[in-house]
């Protein structure tokens, strides 16, 4: 069992009998939120704590912020420190958490300070896919400690936490535009809009225990047994009875994974759903359309979310699940002009390119471009299931039959079309249908609904798991 | 001031429901005095050959609706409001 060890401690046992500080803000009692037993240390006056400590059993590097030391501004000598516990945990291989609360560099020590930040940068980037970066946001964090946690891979902000380059201040004195701390960066602006925002949290409690959550499912696995998990009756009625109906794509997730795990970027480009959890105690990254949004349509923002998403799964080695119900990328001019084709292709490059174990399940449908940007076989599926009466096509029989045939239908009768483009319907269902697209190895099996964790889990541990060698860029 | 003024008109607007998708309204399952939730359903688009809801964005009174079946809605028009 791995102790608490604050770096630069005098070798006592932290002292917990005190009672708690009377501001909630300090480190100690923030860090003790992050470990399995009570256990922060204060900051000293570089103004940065450092800890290491147990969570769920298997040790995390962490640093916190002071916001009791000048309103937590970085000092050379706490940039110094964060570097410290960044490269100890790379060295370690084990997550680091950091917990943000901070004006930005310290303006008193000149650009000393600013070099320190700048160290701290250099030493994410390279620990960047080496071990998982947490960053919790607790309370302002302005300039450089915004791009601190920016440059990782996960961003949880308490309802307390503001992120930005600029404050409000030097914004209504260059622009002369005012607005609030709360509204130029609040939780819900990186929430939905930016995109800077992982996981948003009610308060410390809650984001520095999604930090925990994150950090076990991240960190490479240690020595559970992943057991079989068992079947899920209730998938076989999870689906809207009626093809063409869109539905919330949350419950099915959820009979498919041990619990609810943990959801990533949850109202931005809802229309994709990106999520970390458990199947039969194996990590696992579903990447999900939902049809309830969008229709599940891909957009550019979509792409983009899931990319990232994919990398990072990728980064560490956590296998990826695409659940897969999609009707095609969203018309639009918005959309091509929006960068659809580059924020597409990132979610292409990152399937292609991923050697993690990569699973998918075309449930009902998968159309065209999008079905490839969903993880098809061609691009290194390990695995592609579908359940019966999937349709997976260049496009709906209907639309298909309306481009081949166009011309022969047009020639008809009102009357005679109908029962020829019915005919027709029929014939494209046939040539698509998943008989032949498992004869052509386009889809591995077509799987009953109930064991599809059972069979996702099977497909899991008979491929090769690997890893990505990259960082992880904030794409 | 510009994006200032747009930010105010932003929230302003958050009583009128737009559609995410274009689309041909199928079903309204709203008028005016209907109480409903965050993310009930106001009515049912035809788009991408599927049938996609637009989704109240807020709990309150629909107070007044402007679409019917057959109308064909944009991204920026007004299906409903709410208050």
Redesign the interface.
Known sequence: MTHTLPIGHDGRPPDTSRPRPADDRCPRRRLSLLFDHSGGSDADSSGVAVARGPVHGRPVHAFCIDPGVRGGALSRAGCARIVGVVEAASREGVPVVGLWHSGGARIDEGVDALDGVGSVFRAMVRASGVVPQISVVLGPAAGGAAYGPALTDVVVMSDEARMFVTGPEVIRQVT????GMR?LGGPDVHHEMSGVAHVRARDDDAAVGAARQLAALLRTPGRDEPSAPEDRPALRRVLPE?A???YDVGPLLRLLLDDDGIELQSDRAPNIVTRLGRLGGRRVGVVANN?????G?LTAAASEKAARFVRMCDAFGVPVVAVVDV??Y?P?P?EEHGGVLRHGAKLLHAFAGATTPRITLVTRKAFGGAYLAMNARSMGADAVFAWPGAEIAVM?A??AVGVLHRRALAALSEEEAAARRAELVTGQRTATSLDRLVAHGHVDRVIDPAETPARIAEALDSAAGGRSDQRNIPL | MRQHDDRVITRRALRAVSPEIPGVVLEVTVRPGTAVGAGDVLCLLESMKMEIPVLATRAGTVVSVHVAAGDRVAVHDTVATIE
């Open positions: 002369g535009e005012q607005i509204e009626r063409v109906r869109a049809p309830i949004r969008l229709g349509c009707p095609g969203l639009g918005a709906g209907e639309a």
